[in-house]
């Protein structure tokens, strides 16, 4: 059993950043699959962005050139660095843990992005 953790939502101006954390309680954190989705007032959860256990990343078109995750094994989080940030990226940032047929959310931190 895993338990998710999110910080690093808040309010912040178009064009600014945020680094969203995911902090992952349990073991064999590495041997996870990982990804950040969110969810917009009326839309459905989208994907923002994932990563492998190499490494490896994906990113939704809205996300390419501008946010960037990272995971790190030994301390057992994720990262999503967010820059020039956009009024449309306003949403609830939700992190994703899976393996098999294990599969953990987090609760979900807010982004705004209003002047």
């Known amino acids: 059993q895993a338990q998710l953790v999110e910080s690093g939502g808040g309010l912040v101006q178009p064009g600014g950043s945020l680094r969203l954390s995911c902090a992952a309680s349990g073991s064999a954190f590495s041997l996870y699959y990982m990804g950040w989705y969110r969810q917009a007032p009326g839309k459905q959860r989208e994907l923002v962005a994932r990563i492998g256990l190499s490494g490896a990343t994906i990113y939704a078109d809205p996300a390419k050139g501008r946010f960037t995750i990272r995971r790190d094994n030994a301390k057992n989080t994720m990262y999503l660095q967010m820059n020039d940030l956009k009024p449309e990226d306003t949403a609830v940032y939700y992190c994703?843990?899976?393996?098999?047929?294990?599969?953990?959310w987090g609760q979900g931190t807010q982004v705004t992005v209003s002047s």
């Open positions: 994703n843990i899976g393996r098999g047929t294990l599969d953990y």
